[in-house]
């Protein structure tokens, strides 16, 4: 099972900011991302990238069109729990003492309810400790008199200081 709020993690775009709000922006995508690695680097071997997508360096859209097809084309949403908190997972034994089971605790987020508890023979722990920015503390910085910014909060030049500096 996965637990997360949608499908396409990092390559899901919004205008929000980690600093909107307390929304707890997931992703650092600018509205006119594309891809640093070229098509041909691309896709998975058991799921080629659509003869539609041409471009060298793909744009940020089709990148989660692409994984979202992949998803519903291997029937995977029905192992995806969204909008899930895990709460707890705790290792249990079992008869063979090499391979622990797992037990992971939930809550529905949107209903503010736990889920049922489940048993699972490996957990995967992804749970995004760069997803908050830093900002480290430079000696001198209260004197700048620009504004500081995170180059995570960028997202079109016209939201950000950044317009027309490039």
């Not at 291997?74 to 063979?96: A, G, M």
């Not at 430079?138 to 490039?166: D, Q």
Request: net charge neutral; proline share 5%.
């Amino acid at each position: 099972m996965l637990f997360v709020a949608h499908l396409g993690g990092l390559w899901v775009y919004t205008d929000k900011m980690a600093i909107d709000d307390n929304y707890p922006a997931h992703g650092c995508l600018y509205k006119s991302l594309m891809t640093n690695t070229h098509r041909s680097c691309l896709g998975w071997p058991d799921f080629s990238l659509p003869d539609s997508i041409t471009e060298s360096f793909v744009h940020h859209t089709k990148v989660l069109k692409y994984i979202e097809a992949y998803a519903d084309h291997y029937k995977l949403k029905k192992y995806i729990h969204f909008s899930t908190l895990v709460t707890n997972v705790s290792r249990i034994d079992s008869e063979n003492p090499h391979r622990p089971r797992w037990l992971v605790e939930t809550l529905d987020v949107s209903t503010a309810r736990p889920s049922k508890s489940k048993v699972y023979d490996a957990v995967i722990v992804a749970n995004g400790h760069y997803n908050m920015p830093y900002q480290p503390d430079i000696a001198g910085m209260e004197r700048f008199e620009g504004e500081i910014e995170h180059s995570r909060n960028y997202r079109i030049p016209a939201m950000s200081g950044w317009y027309g500096m490039l």
